[in-house]
């Protein structure tokens, strides 16, 4: 009976043996074996799995470019005075944040970009003041900047 079960897992063996390489970090093995499950909990478990490729993946494409100059995103103002331009990019910036834009990360959502830096510029509307001015993001290309 040992051999059968080897040879033949049930969908239930799969599940665990697919828990237990998850356990031991190995996603891919893991999601590999659920291919072949059907049930509502093999769906959870082979998201799982991809997502925690994916964060290795970002993660690993990160220190990579690192390596090669990039340390991610910045937002910029231009604006003369330097408290207002300071005020500007941290509010940008909490926008930004919330609606889960990676400053870190090479690839950005643009749409959801534009919508932070419209929130921003509504939220710093100031009777009797100018506007935000230019607003953008540049690379950071030196490591502490």
Same mark, same amino acid.
């Given at each position: 009976m040992g051999i059968?079960?080897? &040879?033949f897992p049930t969908e239930q063996?799969?599940?665990?043996? +697919?828990?237990? &390489?998850? +356990?031991d970090g190995r996603h891919d093995d893991a999601r590999k074996g659920l291919i072949k499950c059907q049930s509502p909990e093999a769906e959870v478990l082979y998201e799982a799995c991809? /997502?925690?490729l994916e964060s290795s993946d970002r993660a690993s494409l990160k220190k990579e470019l690192a390596a090669q100059g990039f340390? !991610?995103? /910045? *937002? @910029? *103002?231009? %604006?003369?005075?330097? /408290?207002?331009? +300071?005020? %500007?990019?941290? %509010?940008?910036?909490?926008e930004l944040e919330k609606a889960g834009v990676d400053l870190g990360s090479p690839d950005i959502d643009e749409a959801a970009v534009k919508a932070a830096?419209?929130? +921003? @510029?509504?939220?710093?509307?100031?009777? !009797?003041?100018? !506007?935000?001015g230019t607003v953008r993001l540049v690379?950071?290309?030196q490591a502490g900047r």
């Open positions: 059968l079960t080897w &040879l063996s799969r599940l665990e043996h +697919a828990r237990a &390489l998850m +356990a991809c /997502k925690a340390h !991610g995103w /910045k *937002v @910029e *103002v231009d %604006l003369r005075e330097p /408290k207002r331009k +300071a005020e %500007l990019e941290a %509010l940008i910036a909490k830096f419209g929130r +921003a @510029e509504r939220k710093a509307q100031r009777p !009797g003041r100018g !506007g935000m690379p950071i290309t």
